[in-house]
Every structure is written in structure tokens, then in C-alpha cells.
């Protein structure tokens, strides 16, 4: 376990770039490298991961662990992998929670960076999920029913229009029997994970309902983030400032301001939820709120990657499975979009010079290949000098 934990710590210091980078260095480490997996093994995991909600490159590396040496290697391999972004996350929100006052350019920097970057955002997964004109009908009317509806229903609607347009639209890929996984079973008892995730979905909102407290309220919440987003990194945006800045609980500044600081850390982008966490106020809040809020959000992968795993080669065979994927993935992107304009853009680009920065950051992470982190770290540095 030790070894686990210190092979997954040094990626979780040094993985920048997002999911995609993420499963490139684990790659590299845990095939090429290590041999833990075989490259088909490998291939199989990193495709369930796309198909179930939640951090693709944290659920790969759970997987990973999983596959090695059951429960614990796979929470062995998580923790190294989150432990860097998780404390850093978590420590920033206490901070600018004990702030008295931040400086007003580098708050609005940080938060025009965010912009730039979930633009780049929305443009690489339209490029990448949907090139063609159908997918792009899709995607803008699920930006559309998520606008107009509005709230967490209103993304739900727009998940559940992408589903079922996929069903009678798009054409199922044809399953690939290299997918099939070469790795040994991990045990029988798939239900006990299964059942877990789903009585959790269930029963936290009537707990929640019947016990006025806000850790309780909050956890589930988070929960019921980690188990519905499709696609993770960028789009857990639109699903966490409906669920917790829609709830009163953290600013909408703050949240924008620690979503584009955590661009700049390595490891998963879902550990922002330890912000949000520390940035809450009591009984939630600080070290314990920041904990609790990963859990959270977090747990949910771990009880859906190791329930699924067993039975993923068959669950991939079934006839228009990969149409409905296809929707789905689809409506993802317009989520994003409309979380783009509204709350993102619309509370965040109120004049031209806005405008302006907010464009230079997409121009900069378009066409140059700047990384991410430096651009916010420029970004808050420029708001600091120009617009305090």
C-alpha cells in the first residue's frame, strides 16, 4: 500500500494539464513503465470511466488501485493521486474565508481567467464530441432547455433530452473486442457497491430533508454531484454553483475566484469541492467542511468503478448503449455552454476591458498551448497590477 501511495503522490504533484493529461501520465507509469496493466487492460478502464459519472482520470486511477489490491489499493492510489490539489484546495478556501478583504483586481482576474478557460473548455469538447451538425443541434438545445429551465432540473432535463435523442438519432458504435477487459475479475459481490451508490442517491436527500443541518444537506448535495456529472473536470461547474451558490452558501466571486485558482494545481479538478467546503459556514466550513465535501463528492466513483468493473465488457455489448452515450456526451457539452453564459459570463463580464481579458486567456490557451496554471497565475497578476 505505501509503494501505491507514493507512485500515485508523485503524479498527483505533478499531473497538470486536466483528465486527459492525467491518463497520459498514467499511462505511462502504469503500463509502459510499472507493467501493473496490460495497454488492452488499460484501454478497457479509461473506457468505463467515461461512461460513468464523475472524474474520469480519479476513477482511473482508483481502478487502477482497485484492480491491484482491492479497497484499499484502490483508496491507497486515490489519496496519493488527490492528497496535493485536496490540502492545497482546502487551505485556499479556509484562507480567503479568514480574509478580511481580497484584492479587488486579483479576485476579478482570477474570475475572467475562469471565463477564458471554460470557453477553451466548451470549444475542445464541441471539437472533440460534437463535430458534426446533428451533435451540434444537440448540444445547443440542451444549452437551451438548461437555460430556460434553469437549476439543477433544468440540467437533469437537459441530460435526460440527450439520452433519449441519442436513442432515436444517433447511430450505436459497434462494440470492440479489444475493449474487453484482460484483467482478473475483482470479486463476485458486485451488488454490495451498487447498492451502497444507490441507497446513498436515495436516502441522503430524506435524511437531509428530515435533519436540518447543514453538513448533512451539504453532503448531499456533493454527493449527488460526484453521481450525476457526466464528464467531469469543467462540467461538474454548472452542477456545483447550482447546488451550493444556489443554495446561499458561498459566493458567487468566491466560487469563480477559487474554481479559476484551482486551474493551477496539478491532480483533479473535483478537489475543488475541498474549497468549496472550507468556504461554507458553520457547522460546515473549514478543515472538517473541506474533508467532508471531498468525501462526498468523491465517493460516489469509488462505489461506481468497483461495482462496475466485473461486469463492464458485458455492459458495453448491449445494443444502443453507445448512441445513448453519444446523446449524453452531447448534452454535456451544451451543460457547459449554458453554464458558460449564465451564471459564468453573465456575472463575471460586465465591461468591454472584461470582455477583452477574458478573450485574451481563450486566445492564449487556444493558439499558444500555455498551460493552464500559468495563465491563471498570470491572469490574477494582471488583475492585481491593472485592475485594482
Not at 109 to 137: N, S, Y
Request: aromatic share 10%; hydrophobic share 55%; net charge positive.
Amino acid at each position: 500500500m505505501i509503494e501505491m501511495f507514493l507512485v500515485f503522490l508523485r503524479l498527483g504533484l505533478t499531473s497538470f494539464g486536466g483528465p486527459v493529461a492525467h491518463l497520459g501520465y498514467l499511462r505511462e507509469e502504469c503500463v509502459a513503465r510499472r507493467r501493473w496493466l496490460t495497454d488492452q487492460a488499460y484501454a478497457d478502464l479509461v473506457a468505463l470511466c467515461q461512461f460513468l459519472p464523475g472524474p474520469a482520470s480519479s476513477q482511473a486511477v482508483f481502478g487502477v488501485g482497485f484492480l491491484r489490491s482491492g479497497w484499499r489499493g484502490g483508496l491507497a492510489a486515490w489519496l496519493g493521486f488527490a492528497l496535493p490539489s485536496m490540502i492545497l484546495m482546502i487551505g485556499l478556501g479556509m484562507g480567503l474565508s479568514w480574509l478580511p478583504t481580497i484584492p479587488g483586481g486579483v479576485l476579478t482576474g482570477l474570475k475572467l481567467a475562469a471565463v477564458g478557460v471554460v470557453a477553451h473548455a466548451v470549444q475542445k469538447m464541441a471539437e472533440a464530441i460534437c463535430p458534426d451538425l446533428r451533435g451540434k443541434i444537440v448540444a445547443l438545445a440542451a444549452a437551451g432547455i438548461a437555460l430556460g429551465w434553469g437549476g439543477f432540473v433544468g440540467q437533469l432535463a437537459a441530460l435526460a433530452a440527450g439520452g433519449w435523442v441519442g436513442w432515436l438519432w444517433f447511430h450505436p458504435g459497434q462494440p470492440r473486442e479489444e475493449w474487453v477487459t484482460s484483467a482478473s475479475p475483482v470479486g463476485a459481490r458486485v451488488w454490495i457497491p451498487l447498492t451502497g451508490f444507490l441507497l446513498l442517491l436515495l436516502l441522503l436527500p430524506v435524511l437531509a430533508f428530515r435533519l436540518p443541518d447543514l453538513r448533512v444537506e451539504a453532503f448531499d448535495r456533493l454527493y449527488r454531484a460526484g453521481s450525476l456529472v457526466l464528464g467531469g473536470g469543467h462540467v461538474v461547474l454548472p452542477w456545483l454553483n447550482s447546488l451550493v451558490v444556489g443554495q446561499g452558501w458561498v459566493e458567487q466571486d468566491l466560487f469563480l475566484a477559487g474554481y479559476g485558482a484551482a486551474q493551477a494545481l496539478p491532480g483533479p479538478l473535483f478537489t475543488f469541492a475541498g474549497f468549496l467546503g472550507a468556504s461554507m459556514p458553520a457547522p460546515m466550513g473549514g478543515l472538517t467542511g473541506g474533508l467532508l465535501a471531498v468525501t462526498a463528492i468523491f465517493l460516489p466513483s469509488w462505489l461506481l468503478v468497483a461495482g462496475t468493473l466485473p461486469i463492464w465488457a458485458r455492459i458495453r455489448t448491449l445494443g444502443r448503449m453507445g448512441a445513448v452515450m453519444k446523446g449524453l456526451n452531447t448534452a454535456v457539452v451544451g451543460l457547459l455552454l449554458a453554464a458558460l453564459v449564465h451564471p459564468i459570463a453573465s456575472s463575471t463580464v460586465t465591461t468591454l476591458g472584461h470582455l477583452v481579458f477574458a478573450g485574451l486567456v481563450w486566445l492564449v490557451l487556444s493558439f499558444f498551448r500555455t498551460p493552464p496554471w500559468l495563465v491563471v497565475v498570470a491572469s490574477a497578476a494582471a488583475g492585481w497590477l491593472a485592475l485594482s
